[in-house]
């Protein structure tokens, strides 16, 4: 599998901790996708400095993608 780019770590961190938010709430699991598009939407409103902290989580994957797989090429 590819490593994931630093929306999706966002996103998976985000759906994560409101889905707990809302059990604990006693809402219901929560929706995974109404909780995706959330994420989008506060995503797109984050500023560049804001998003550094998933964009070097997003390096550190890529390059402990790339020493697991030295010869990894994606193809679509």
């Known amino acids: 599998p590819r490593p994931r780019n630093s ?8 759906v994560a901790k409101h889905k707990k938010e809302a059990e604990a ?7 995974v996708r109404s909780l ?3 994420a989008s939407e506060v995503w797109n ?3 560049e400095a804001e998003k550094v902290p998933w964009q070097e989580r ?4 890529k390059r402990d993608h790339a020493r ?4 990894y090429r994606y193809r679509p």
């Open 58 to 61: 997003a390096e550190e994957e």
């Open 7 to 14: 929306f999706i770590i966002f996103r998976t961190d985000f």
């Open 68 to 71: 697991k797989y030295p010869n």
């Open 36 to 38: 995706s598009k959330q």
């Open 25 to 31: 709430a006693g809402d219901g699991d929560g929706d």
């Open 45 to 47: 409103k984050m500023s």
